[in-house]
């Protein structure tokens, strides 16, 4: 009987863990507006503007939990509602939800950053609560709580659709390996997988959409940690293709 007491204590100490969510300082609200504007295909982040930017994640000690991303959107979402995301280091899964249906289940895990005069951290969509995830929510209020994170940040993207993402149990675990994340969503763009392939895997249409530093095996200053399926017409001149030479 005491094991017993003893194992739901600690289950409902986990549990009470992962429900008490972490306050981030000027952190704007969901709404489907955040998403305004961004095209289906993220060219605006080359790597090397990535290399800037991530330089402004590492002055703030980001870079262990957070990337950064070419903002865009796949889906077009009614009012109300929001892409979820849950998965694990296998695979993620995203689906278009109805909001105020999880908005208490899950945290913003891609925010678009604004390059306003005064900058936004505006969140793009939620992911599930998990400890690490919190963890990461902890390090972004850290640098959220000074202003000038914002600031630089918005400076150094130069007008550019950019943001930063929390870099998932599946981001980290190709990095981990040496390969990469991509996506692929179904015909009606209502919802998509997420899995990992090799590098030889990678194919000529296939952009970058997400780069890290620091959390594979590779030291050089960003990693490509993300792909999408992108037009070659649409590419920019100098965003490179890992695993594919020029």
Same mark, same amino acid.
């Given at each position: ?11 409902? &100490? #986990? *549990?009470?863990?992962? /429900? ?6 000027? =952190? ?5 507006? !955040?998403? $305004? ?6 060219? &605006? #982040? *080359?790597?090397?503007? /990535? ?6 994640? =590492? ?5 262990? !939990?957070? $990337? ?5 959107s ?37 925010y ?18 998990t ?35 929390y ?25 998509g ?41 649409a ?9 594919r030479?020029?």
């Amino acid at each position: 009987m005491k094991s017993t007491s003893g194992f739901l204590l600690l289950l409902f &100490s #986990v *549990t009470a863990a992962i /429900a008490a969510d972490v306050t981030i300082p000027g =952190e704007g609200a969901y709404s489907v507006s !955040n998403l $305004g504007g961004l095209p289906d295909e993220p060219t &605006s #982040v *080359t790597q090397p503007l /990535a290399n800037k930017l991530l330089d402004v994640l =590492e002055k703030y000690g980001l870079t262990k !939990n957070f $990337g950064v991303v070419g903002v865009h959107s796949h889906v077009s979402l009614a009012p109300g509602q929001v892409m979820f995301q849950h998965g694990n280091s296998t695979f993620t899964h995203q689906e278009i939800e109805v909001y105020n249906d999880l908005r208490s289940d899950g945290v913003p895990y891609t925010y678009r950053i604004t390059t306003d005069t005064i900058p936004q951290l505006l969140p793009l969509d939620l992911g599930e609560i998990t400890p690490n995830v919190l963890a990461a929510r902890s390090d972004l209020a850290g640098a959220m709580a000074n202003k000038a994170f914002l600031q630089e940040f918005a400076e150094k993207a130069s007008g550019h659709l950019a943001g930063i993402a929390y870099i998932r149990p599946l981001d980290r675990m190709a990095l981990e390996h040496s390969e990469v994340v991509k996506n692929h969503y179904n015909a009606e763009k209502t919802a998509g997988n997420a899995t990992a392939i090799s590098l030889a895997a990678v194919e000529s249409d296939d952009a970058p959409s997400f780069f890290t530093r620091g959390v594979g095996n590779s030291t050089a200053v960003s990693e490509i940690t993300m792909l999408i399926l992108l037009p070659v017409s649409a590419r920019p001149a100098d965003m490179e293709t890992p695993g594919r030479t020029k």
